[in-house]
Each structure stands twice: as structure tokens, then as C-alpha cells.
């Protein structure tokens, strides 16, 4: 019998013979893919219109055939079938609430003040008082005077201070720069002064000053990492206070001044006093805070009449006294009591890296003070005080109290520093310096005029004592900053550093004469005698 040719399908493509016979669907191996897809491209190059991929036959099994073809005979002519859609899911949305302004700002203060007027559970407290007067259930800012003064009669006096900061706090973290929490914040910071100006008790006013450092050091801790609240806290108490001219802030801010001279007057680099430096740091930032303390009879008392005293009574003078040098003897027994020259070494590298935070830190303090035009007169007024009050330092016979090194060789270094940016040469301020400051005698801040020829003593034990100084000892308005910058620094070095070296040779001498004294006395000793000696 003669075999049936191959049939083919609508694009002219053959069909497997096996796939023809319909009884069991079979599938298309590699080959035939490879084979029709070879047809195709044929067929595009004949036809360019022919863009569409090919189409892979489909083995359509003769049961699924009869059922399409019964569906479609049931099917009117001109309607096709399409496939049944899931219903959608009508989502039913929720009217937004709109809260009311009176709502949100009794939302707002209560949350600040842990209180209300109706009746609530702990820790908010119930403000009977208010609620009968005001006949309302509402906190508004209107009562806030009100509300304060009911809270403060519920709570302690000692504790008054604390729940006021922890309300200041609590209102830092709700919507910052909401009007209503930023009225209730500087109603709060009202409340907080007066409870630490003593205005409601003693007892207050010192619990409050103490908190009031705490919150400085933890804020400010150089030792310690802080928390977040101790950040905001500090961060935002602070400059608050600051830009409040209505506020006794002498009686805040110079009590603080005080504390931290005296935590530094009797300490050395063993102890912290990185602490208080970063303190007050921190403090003068403020125009307003370092304002106060030039004004104040600290900054430099009248009664100083040369460089060891100002060093010992003027606010700056224990923050510059650190000193390494045998003024301080505890700090070379410490450090340098070792024999061993790898331990030596390395309480050396010690020392010279709490030297070098030390004048990074006295030069930050310093440039709070310059960079702010309502103190830097004052400013250099101190340094010109504590270098004329240091004169005789420039003479040989040195029979006037000074200053210490430690206190000028860190005022040297600071100066230094204050002179950088404008000891590049190739930059225009350098040469705006007028060496004719030099030349201004008494009436400058120094006296740069004296210091080429010897004078006499009874000539220092009159201008040396700042006593007997002229009062026009200020500088002249023709001079700038830098020009006075530069000399007040040449000056220090010239009394502070050139002096320490000159007493560190002399001491150099005294410690060779003593060493040949010895080899001296060891040669006429008896050998037993030399080993015990």
C-alpha cells in the first residue's frame, strides 16, 4: 500500500506524521524546533512584512477538540466568549478625622505638662482649681500661667526643678516648632529661671543649679558618651536661655563660671580638667554668656596688682596654668619617677598629648572671646594685664612676682594659634601688619619699646605694678586686629618662652656644678664608702 504524504498545516509548514495520527499527543523534540524555526527565517527573508515569531504548534488532545467544538456551535454567531472577571473588592474608605485646633493644642499640653482638666489616672495630674474656674475640659495656652502654678503647689519643692525640665524635655520631642509647643516651651524656660534665681525657695534654687551642671556635663562630656536626651536637652536648653534678655542670667550663668574656676584653681594634667574647660567652652560660645562674665569682678579683679596675682584671682588665669615644669612637682612625680626609659618614653608622649588637648581647648576660649566684638576689648585687656604684669620677666634680675611659665607658655601657644591664618606670606593679610605698634610706648598693649636696653630695678617697681599703669592703656583705633594679634604674641614669647629656656639652662649648670661636686667627693671616699654613697 502507498503511504500517505505528509499534511501540512495553514502556514505551510509540515506535521510530524505521528502527531497527524491524533491519538496520543507527542512531543516535538530539538530536531523538529530547530527545523521549523529554520522554515521560519526562510520565509521572513521571502516576506520582510512577516515580523511576528513563529508559531510552536500546539498538541490539542481529540477529546479537548470535540469539547471546543460543541461550545462554539452553542455559541451565537458574532459573540465571542470571554473569560469570567473576579469581582473587584470595593474598599470602603474611612472619612478622615479631622481633629480641631482647640483639641490638638489640649492634646499638645497635656502630653507637655502630664496634666488635665477632667479627671485622669497617674502619672498625669488632675487640675481641680483650673477646671472649676475655666469650666472647661480643655487645656488651652491662655491657662498655662495657671496650670504651672497648681502643678508646682502638687509637687515638692525639691522637686519642682526636676518636673519642669522633664516637661521641657517632653516637649523637645513632640512637634518641634509647633506654636503651641514652642509657647509652652518658653513658659516653661520663664518658670525654670525664676525657680533658680531663688524666687519660690533657696532649696529650689540649689537643687536647680546643681541639675543645671549635670545636664552641662552630661551634654558636654568629654569622658563619657551621652545619651540622646542629655544632647537634646543641652542643646536646646541652653541657646533658649541664651537668647532670653528678659531673664536674670547673671544669676544663672555666673554661678556656673564659678563653680568650674574653682574645680580647676588647685587642679593639674592627672586630674580632669578637660571637664570644666569644655564647660565653659561651651558656655562663651554665647555672646550673651561671655558678655556677662567680662563684666563680672572675676574676669580681672581690681585688686590684682601684678602677673601671680591676676594668675590666681582672674577667671582665665587657673585655666592656664597647667604646667608640667617644677611649679607643679606632683605632675614630674607622676609621669617621671621611673627609672625605665621605655616607661619614660611613654609618660612623655602622655604628657604631650594632655598638652596638646589643653591648648586646643584654651585656644577655642580664647576665640569665643575675640571673635565677639562686645568682649574682645576685654579680652585684651586680661592678656595685656597678665604681660605687663609679667614684665620683669625680660630683665635679669627678676625681683617682681610674675606670672608662671606654665601660664605663659600656654598663653605663648594660644597666640600662635590666633596667628595662623594670617602668618602666610603670600596672603594679603600679612602685609597689613604696621610695625609702628612697636613704636605706641604705654598706650598700646604692650610696651615694646623698653625691651632694647637694661633698665633699673626702682624703674620696675614702679611700672611693673599694674597699680601705677596708666588708664589709657588701650589700644589705638588705627591699629587692626591683627597687627595686635601679632605683637601681643612676639611679646608673650619674648617673656614666656626666651624666659623658661633661659631658666632651663641656668638649671642645666646648677645640675652639671652638682654632678662634678659629686665626682669630686666620690674621688676622695673610700670605695666602701662611694657604694653606700
Same mark, same amino acid.
Given at each position: 500500500?502507498?503511504e500517505?504524504?505528509?499534511q501540512q498545516?495553514q502556514?505551510?509548514?509540515?506535521?510530524?506524521q505521528?502527531?497527524?495520527?491524533?491519538?496520543?499527543p507527542v512531543?516535538?523534540?530539538?530536531?523538529?524546533i530547530?527545523?521549523?524555526?529554520?522554515?521560519?527565517?526562510?520565509q521572513t527573508?521571502?516576506?520582510?512584512?512577516?515580523?511576528?515569531?513563529?508559531?510552536?504548534?500546539?498538541?490539542?488532545?481529540?477529546s479537548?477538540?470535540q !469539547?471546543?467544538q460543541?461550545?462554539q456551535? !452553542?455559541?451565537?454567531?458574532?459573540?465571542?466568549t470571554?473569560?469570567e472577571?473576579a469581582p473587584?473588592?470595593?474598599e470602603?474608605?474611612?472619612?478622615?478625622q479631622?481633629i480641631?485646633?482647640?483639641d490638638?493644642?489640649?492634646?499638645?499640653?497635656?502630653?507637655?505638662?502630664?496634666a488635665?482638666l477632667?479627671?485622669v489616672?497617674?502619672?498625669?495630674?488632675?487640675?481641680?482649681?483650673l477646671a472649676?474656674?475655666?469650666?472647661?475640659?480643655?487645656?488651652?495656652?491662655s491657662y498655662?500661667?495657671?496650670a504651672?502654678?497648681?502643678?508646682l503647689?502638687k509637687?515638692?519643692e525639691?522637686?519642682h526643678?526636676?518636673?519642669?525640665?522633664?516637661?521641657?524635655?517632653?516637649?523637645?520631642?513632640? #512637634?518641634?516648632g509647633?506654636?503651641?509647643v514652642?509657647?509652652a516651651l518658653?513658659?516653661?524656660?520663664t518658670y525654670l529661671a525664676?525657680?533658680?534665681?531663688g524666687?519660690t525657695?533657696?532649696?529650689a534654687?540649689?537643687?536647680g543649679?546643681?541639675?543645671?551642671?549635670?545636664?552641662?556635663?552630661?551634654?558636654?562630656?568629654?569622658?563619657s558618651?551621652p545619651?540622646?536626651d542629655?544632647?537634646?536637652l543641652a542643646s536646646?536648653?541652653?541657646?533658649r536661655?541664651?537668647?532670653?534678655?528678659?531673664l536674670?542670667?547673671d544669676?544663672?550663668?555666673?554661678?556656673i563660671?564659678?563653680?568650674?574656676?574653682?574645680?580647676?584653681?588647685? !587642679?593639674?594634667?592627672?586630674d580632669?580638667?578637660?571637664q570644666p574647660?569644655s564647660?565653659v567652652?561651651?558656655?562663651?560660645?554665647y555672646?550673651?554668656?561671655?558678655?556677662?562674665?567680662?563684666d563680672?569682678?572675676?574676669?580681672?579683679? =581690681?585688686?590684682?596688682q601684678?602677673?601671680?596675682?591676676?594668675e590666681a584671682?582672674s577667671?582665665l588665669?587657673?585655666?592656664?596654668?597647667f604646667t608640667s615644669?617644677?611649679?607643679?612637682p606632683?605632675?614630674?612625680?607622676t609621669?617621671?619617677?621611673?627609672?625605665?626609659?621605655?616607661?619614660?618614653q611613654?609618660?612623655?608622649q602622655?604628657?604631650?598629648?594632655?598638652?596638646?588637648?589643653?591648648?586646643?581647648?584654651?585656644h577655642?576660649?580664647?576665640l569665643?572671646f575675640?571673635k565677639?566684638?562686645e568682649?574682645?576689648?576685654?579680652?585684651?585687656q586680661w592678656i595685656?594685664?597678665i604681660l605687663?604684669g609679667?614684665?620683669a620677666? =625680660?630683665?635679669?634680675?627678676?625681683?617682681?612676682?610674675? =606670672?608662671?611659665?606654665?601660664l605663659?607658655?600656654n #598663653?605663648?601657644?594660644v597666640?600662635?594659634?590666633l596667628?595662623?591664618p594670617?602668618?602666610?606670606?603670600?596672603?594679603?593679610?600679612a602685609?597689613k601688619?604696621?610695625?609702628a605698634?612697636?613704636l605706641?610706648g604705654?598706650?598700646?598693649?604692650v610696651?615694646?619699646?623698653s625691651? =632694647?636696653r637694661?633698665v633699673?630695678?626702682?624703674?620696675f617697681a614702679t611700672?611693673?605694678?599694674?597699680?601705677?599703669?596708666?588708664e589709657t592703656?588701650?589700644?589705638?583705633q588705627?591699629f587692626?586686629?591683627?597687627t595686635?594679634?601679632?605683637?601681643?604674641?612676639l611679646?608673650s614669647l619674648?617673656i614666656?618662652v626666651?624666659?623658661?629656656?633661659?631658666s632651663y639652662?641656668?638649671l642645666?649648670?646648677?645640675?652639671?656644678v652638682l654632678q662634678?661636686?659629686?665626682n669630686?667627693?666620690?674621688?676622695?671616699?673610700?670605695?666602701?664608702?662611694i657604694?653606700i654613697?
Open positions: 500500500s502507498m500517505n504524504p505528509p498545516n502556514e505551510g509548514e509540515s506535521i510530524p505521528q502527531q497527524q495520527q491524533g491519538s496520543e512531543p516535538i523534540s530539538k530536531e523538529d530547530r527545523t521549523l524555526r529554520l522554515q521560519r527565517f526562510e527573508k521571502k516576506d520582510p512584512n512577516t515580523l511576528s515569531p513563529p508559531v510552536q504548534p500546539r498538541t490539542v488532545h481529540p479537548q477538540q !469539547q471546543q460543541q461550545l456551535q !452553542q455559541q451565537p454567531i458574532g459573540k465571542q470571554q473569560p472577571k473587584q473588592r470595593i470602603e474608605r474611612r472619612p478622615v479631622q480641631s485646633l482647640e490638638q493644642e489640649d492634646r499638645l499640653l497635656s502630653d507637655i505638662l502630664q488635665s477632667s479627671h489616672q497617674p502619672p498625669k495630674i488632675f487640675l481641680p482649681i472649676q474656674e475655666v469650666q472647661s475640659t480643655k487645656l488651652k495656652f498655662l500661667d495657671s504651672l502654678m497648681e502643678i503647689s509637687v515638692n525639691e522637686d526643678v526636676d518636673y519642669l525640665l522633664s516637661a521641657f524635655l517632653r516637649g523637645l520631642t513632640l #512637634l518641634s509647633h506654636p503651641t514652642e509657647m518658653r513658659s516653661l524656660l525664676l525657680e533658680l534665681v524666687m525657695s533657696s532649696i534654687a540649689e537643687i543649679q546643681s541639675r543645671l551642671v549635670s545636664i552641662l556635663e552630661r551634654g558636654f562630656s568629654v569622658t558618651v545619651t540622646d542629655d544632647i537634646r536646646s536648653l541652653i541657646p536661655l541664651a537668647a532670653r534678655n528678659d536674670d542670667l544669676q544663672i550663668i555666673l554661678p563660671f564659678a563653680e568650674m574656676f574653682e574645680r580647676v584653681k588647685n !587642679q593639674t594634667l592627672i580632669s580638667f578637660q574647660l564647660i567652652i561651651n558656655l562663651t560660645n555672646p550673651s554668656f561671655a558678655k556677662l562674665l567680662v563680672s569682678d572675676q574676669w580681672q579683679p =581690681a585688686h590684682a601684678n602677673g601671680a596675682q591676676l584671682l577667671f588665669g587657673p585655666f592656664f596654668h615644669l617644677p611649679s607643679m606632683q605632675v614630674g612625680k609621669y617621671l619617677s621611673t627609672q625605665n626609659p621605655r616607661q619614660t611613654e609618660s612623655i602622655t604628657l604631650r598629648m594632655s598638652f596638646s588637648t589643653l591648648q586646643v581647648g584654651l577655642k576660649l580664647v569665643n575675640l565677639h566684638r568682649t574682645r576689648e576685654s579680652a585684651f595685656s594685664a605687663r609679667s614684665k620677666r =625680660a630683665v635679669i634680675q627678676n625681683v617682681q612676682p610674675s =606670672a608662671t611659665d606654665g605663659l607658655l #598663653l605663648g601657644s597666640m600662635i594659634r596667628c595662623e594670617f602668618m602666610d606670606a603670600t596672603k594679603l593679610a602685609t601688619l604696621n610695625s605698634y612697636c605706641d604705654p598706650h598700646s598693649r610696651d615694646l619699646g625691651d =632694647a637694661l633699673q630695678l626702682e624703674d611700672s611693673g605694678n599694674l597699680a601705677h599703669l596708666p592703656v588701650r589700644a589705638p588705627n587692626l586686629v591683627t595686635e594679634l601679632f605683637f601681643v604674641a611679646y619674648h614666656g626666651q624666659r623658661t629656656f633661659t639652662e641656668h642645666l649648670r646648677q645640675l652639671r662634678q661636686q659629686r669630686a667627693i666620690s674621688l676622695m671616699m673610700p670605695t666602701s664608702l657604694l654613697f
